[in-house]
């Protein structure tokens, strides 16, 4: 039997394969497939399931890929993100892709899709604003509008019919999708020493790249091999990771902020695979409907969204109080605007509330760890020897 490390090892493969081999794969194993890259944060996968598609998540090069061109693209002010998803782009990584979706978090997003238009990458490319308004008669309405638009451009390079019955039985692969991701994080907050946070990431990330099916068989093989073990607790704190929801931090540092004396328990990497709290509703007769209303309000916090009337910063602390988090780290990447202007907000809603934090920036291409491993040692060992005292940070 598979064991829980060549499992990992398995996901990891999958999960930094810049060349998207079993998307590719998977597209050439029957007739009418399409492949759909959609960059961060969000998208309904269910929507290229039911047209017999497979949606790619894009996440950028990280530090696997060297930028040469890619700056040439953007000014020196922005995250790195861009510039690799560019450099993928002009090497030749997407050539087997039929379209782009590019969701609303961010103007370099949508710059990202013009430029993706210019470069004539895919059939089709798609600058998708999510509503930001949540009114079912308004946002909803729009936002049905939106998806259905998708439908029609997959529908004329595939000649696939739009289904319910086929978009009802991706909505039960992906609410069994969402809630395996759920139990392998449960465990990791029950016992954060069984498996490392860049171990448990790298087994959600292989899930951007290969069939949702396929990725529900290593959760559930994951889940079953981590219920056999036992391991030793670990003198760390358990903290929560705030900022890390688009560009993606590079595996060396999760493992660094871990070794400094962490358990990460919770964190918004990654953060399109959780979107949705919950199920999407199943076995209605308006499946998109269904999708739609998910969005509308089951919908996890995120500074792309507009959420006054459900603000962020007290989803932010009933997170943490859920996890039984010892403290916060902002991590966001280096010139990420949404993050960035969220986290006086956030972190003055911690010291309201005399949660301890730290921030630091960081970069997907970032290779020197030394001060964020001091820094990040500092922060767990004054938890650590202040551990149940009240700390008035007002
Ligand atoms: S990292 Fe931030 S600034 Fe960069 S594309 Fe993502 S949301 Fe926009």
Not at 26 to 31: A, H, I, L, R, V
Not at 66 to 88: F, K, N, T, V
Not at 160 to 166: A, D, G, I, M, R
Request: with cysteine; hydrophobic share 40%.
């Amino acid at each position: 039997m598979e064991s829980l490390k060549q499992l990992i090892n398995k996901c990891e493969g999958l999960a930094f394969d810049l060349n998207y081999t079993r998307a590719k794969q998977w597209k050439s194993e029957g007739d009418g497939r399409v492949l759909v890259g959609y960059m961060p944060i969000y998208f309904p996968r269910e929507i290229i399931h039911a047209m017999n598609g497979l949606a790619v998540g894009i996440l950028g090069g990280g530090d696997k890929k060297q930028i040469i061109r890619g700056d040439a693209y953007y000014q020196s002010y922005i995250c790195h993100m861009p510039r690799g998803i560019i450099e993928l782009a002009l090497d030749g990584h997407f050539d087997q892709f039929d379209g782009f979706l590019f969701p609303s978090i961010c103007d370099v997003i949508r710059n990202l899709s013009g430029m993706f238009r210019v470069l004539r990458k895919g059939k089709f490319v798609k600058y998708m604003d999510f509503p930001q308004n949540f009114q079912k008669h308004i946002g909803g309405e729009f936002f049905k509008y939106e998806l259905m638009d998708i439908v029609d451009k997959i529908s004329k390079i595939n000649k696939v019919k739009f289904s319910p019955e086929k978009l009802n039985e991706g909505i039960q692969l992906f609410n069994k999708n969402r809630a395996l991701i759920n139990a392998v994080y449960g465990l990791r907050k029950k016992s954060p020493w069984k498996i490392s946070a860049d171990e448990v990431y790298s087994i959600i990330r292989a899930g951007y790249v290969i069939p949702v099916e396929e990725h529900n068989e290593i959760l559930k093989k994951a889940i079953e091999l981590l219920g056999s073990m036992d391991g030793e607790p670990m003198d760390k704190i358990r903290v929560m990771i705030i900022g890390a929801f688009c560009e993606q931090p590079p595996l060396s540092l999760i493992k660094t902020i871990e070794q400094a004396g962490c358990y990460i328990i919770e964190d918004d990497f990654l953060l399109g695979s959780k979107w949705i709290q919950g199920d999407v509703e199943a076995g209605t007769s308006d499946p998109v409907g269904a999708i739609v209303d998910a969005y509308l309000n089951k919908s996890t916090f995120s500074s792309t969204v507009y959420d006054v009337d459900n603000p962020k910063e007290v989803r932010m602390i009933k997170l943490f109080n859920e996890s039984k988090a010892d403290g916060i780290i902002f991590a966001a990447p280096s010139f990420c605007d949404p993050a960035l202007l969220d986290h006086p907000i956030l972190q003055s809603s911690c010291h309201d509330n005399d949660i301890r934090y730290i921030s630091f920036l960081f970069s997907e291409n970032t290779g020197q760890f030394k001060v964020i491993k001091e820094q990040v040692g500092t922060f767990s060992d004054s938890i650590k020897l202040w551990e149940g005292e009240t700390v008035n940070l007002k």
